[in-house]
């Protein structure tokens, strides 16, 4: 299915401007571990790399308000005062300011628009922006890490060109509010979020509950995972839920925001998946697209917060099941003398966490039995099943 498939890699070195603070945990050092473990593997190629352009005013404005806007251009100069832009979220503990913002972030938002703007004009079959999957900005505030919203954006621009119907996918362990919000009362843009529950972790949102409003009402799903969930009832709710919806919403595209902090070595999450997951996620979309909407599919990257041990992994088993490459079972010796230096922790030799490395949950049925409950409302009165 993969070999003959076309692919984008959207990157610019610049992204890695998208940075906060030195001590931050949105650390855009991971894109260079990541981008540097698929050239040791020789499976991105020179004719793959698209560079990105940034987002333009009017571009942003589709779903960002311009107050705000100008807001992030004022908090984006040498001198600006963080204390002065709280209303806008900014100047945060989570969404620090810093020197160049908006470009940063524009740049980003653009890298999203082209990569879907490439899958939809039929010139590409896949894309990927890793740098993407700025999930919780809302349209006049910055809120956990995301300034702008390059995946509304980036929705914004299909439906407006090619008046598209599209299937956005979120698998970060944080829920994807921001793009939820923005697309509420919109029947063309299905929203599908997995995640931690949001009783013990931010942003608190993405219960049941929140099924869309208006003639949006039922286009917004969302499965709060219990605390604790491992790899075995996580794909089962993603594939329990995915195939029978998107197989009956029938997107023109799909997008998936492939956050990888639902592992248990994640510092900031408290769930227990490992890497098994980011080899199977790819995998059910890889075929979905190519049932349901002639292999369009664009990736962003997302949450991901063990930079050294999960994100570089997660995210060039995703590259290569887009791409149809075949992975090694062990890791490049190579990159592994070269990181080792600067980790924090033992890299690890393999792409897939041995079965034995983590022991079992405790409360482990009774945290299936929960989560299968979740997945059986989540589907009860989706309006197009």
């Not at 698209?50 to 987002?55: D, H, M, Q, S």
């Not at 509950?209 to 799903?221: D, K, M, N, Q």
């Not at 590259?319 to 090694?328: H, I, R, S, T």
């Not at 890299?347 to 983590?358: A, I, N």
Request: glycine residues 8%.
């Amino acid at each position: 299915m993969s070999a003959g498939d076309k692919c984008a890699f959207v990157y610019s070195d610049a992204y890695t401007q998208y940075k906060f603070a030195e001590d931050h945990p949105f650390n855009p050092k991971r894109l260079e571990i990541t981008l540097d473990l698929m050239r040791t593997l020789q499976i991105l190629e020179p004719e793959q790399l698209i560079t990105p352009r940034p987002a333009t005013d009017e571009e942003l404005a589709r779903v960002h308000d311009t107050r705000y806007l100008d807001a992030v251009k004022r908090a984006s100069v040498a001198g600006a005062d963080p204390d002065t832009f709280g209303a806008w979220g900014l100047g945060t503990e989570d969404t620090p300011i810093f020197l160049n913002m908006h470009q940063a972030t524009s740049l980003i938002s653009g890298g999203t628009l082209l990569a879907c703007e490439l899958v939809m004009s039929g010139q590409y079959d896949h894309a990927m922006n890793i740098a993407g999957g700025l999930h919780h900005a809302h349209r006049a505030q910055a809120s956990g890490f995301c300034v702008y919203s390059d995946i509304g954006v980036a929705i914004a621009h299909l439906k407006e060109k090619y008046g598209a119907r599209v299937a956005y996918i979120d698998t970060d362990a944080h829920h994807g509010d921001g793009v939820q919000w923005l697309f509420y009362e919109d029947p063309d843009v299905l929203t599908i979020s997995f995640h931690e529950t949001g009783k013990y972790l931010y942003p608190g949102t993405g219960d049941l509950t929140e099924r869309g409003e208006g003639r949006g009402y039922g286009y917004s799903l969302n499965v709060p995972l219990e605390a604790f969930t491992e790899d075995d009832s996580w794909m089962n709710a993603v594939h329990s839920l995915l195939t029978p919806v998107l197989q009956a919403f029938k997107p023109d595209i799909i997008i998936h925001q492939n956050g990888c902090d639902a592992h248990r070595y994640d510092p900031l999450t408290h769930l227990s998946a490992t890497t098994r997951i980011y080899h199977d996620m790819p995998k059910l979309t890889h075929k979905l697209a190519h049932e349901i909407c002639e292999g369009r599919w664009v990736a962003v990257g997302g949450g991901g917060y063990d930079i050294w041990r999960v994100v570089p992994r997660a995210w060039t088993m995703l590259w290569a099941e887009m791409c149809g490459a075949e992975l090694p079972e062990q890791l490049p010796e190579s990159w592994l003398n070269k990181w080792q230096p600067a980790s924090p922790h033992p890299l690890p030799t393999t792409f897939l966490d041995p079965s034995d490395l983590f022991e079992p949950i405790p409360r482990r049925r009774e945290i299936e039995e929960k989560n299968e409950i979740t997945v059986r409302r989540a589907l009860m009165g989706t309006p197009f099943l």
